[in-house]
């Protein structure tokens, strides 16, 4: 089975700064599909971010993007210009060619003002 | 976007009552959903995978008759927690994904947090 690893249980950032969540997985299937999710105190899961495997060009959304390095297997997340609402949880997903979803352990961000 | 509205948010019961917990995807059909229990401070374990018009698929571990699943039709899931006790409290997701869209994200639920007393 897939393997999703956040090796960071906890990142602090200053209100402003740029700060990088890291994520690696374990896989040997090539098609594939990478998400970040955001989870906040109010406990719903949103959508951050989303990459296809088979896609070179690093997705980024707003103030959000990620470095994927494929052939390492490493999906990390920068959140630049950092806000106070980004305080949360953060998962890092990997989403199968059979459908299955595998959630990392999470990363607590804290965003100091 | 794609939402999934899940009822109630939050419930209290006493022990040895049954819960029911709804899963509705309001703007897509969904022929899967799936469920999840989140502890404190910790990961999201999936239960099961809801799927539409047949039985539920369990996890190791997850006592079916304990956590009955239904997915009665493309739009709405329910699990329900019989004859629930104090360490069946926990917080439950629900989540769904929208097979119209490509990559096919999960989309979640608010969740529902069950306090069994």
């Known amino acids: 089975a897939q393997t999703v690893t956040q090796s960071q249980p906890e990142m602090s950032v200053q209100e402003a700064e740029t700060v990088t969540l890291s994520c690696t997985y374990d896989?040997?299937?090539?098609?594939?599909?990478l998400f970040w999710y955001k989870q906040p105190p109010s406990r719903q899961m949103i959508l951050v971010i989303r990459?296809?495997?088979?896609?070179?060009q690093n997705a980024t959304e707003n103030r959000f993007s990620v470095n994927f390095q494929k052939a390492a297997k490493s999906f990390s997340l920068k959140i630049s210009d950092s806000q106070l609402g980004d305080a949360a949880m953060y998962f890092c997903?990997?989403?199968?060619?059979?459908?299955?979803?595998?959630f990392g352990t999470g990363t607590s961000l804290t965003v100091i003002p | 976007g794609a939402v999934v509205s899940q009822h109630p948010s939050r419930v209290i019961c006493k022990s040895g009552t049954s819960v029911k917990i709804e899963c509705r995807s309001l703007?897509?059909?969904?022929?899967?959903m799936f469920w999840y229990r989140q502890f404190p401070k910790q990961s999201l374990m999936l239960m099961a995978t809801?799927?539409?018009?047949?039985?539920?698929?369990?996890e190791q571990g997850v006592e079916k008759d304990k956590f009955l699943i239904n997915h009665a039709s493309l739009t709405l899931s329910t699990l329900t927690v019989t004859s629930a006790h104090p360490e069946d409290s926990s917080f439950y997701i629900c989540?769904?994904?929208?097979?119209?869209?490509?990559?096919?994200?999960?989309?979640f639920g608010e969740g529902s947090r069950l306090t069994v007393l």
């Open positions: 989540s769904a994904r929208d097979q119209g869209r490509a990559v096919g994200e999960l989309f």
């Open positions: 809801s799927n539409e018009g047949s039985k539920a698929t369990y």
């Open positions: 997903a990997y989403r199968s060619a059979g459908n299955q979803f595998y």
């Open positions: 990459q296809e495997a088979y896609k070179q």
């Open positions: 703007d897509f059909q969904a022929t899967t």
């Open positions: 896989t040997s299937e090539s098609d594939y599909y």
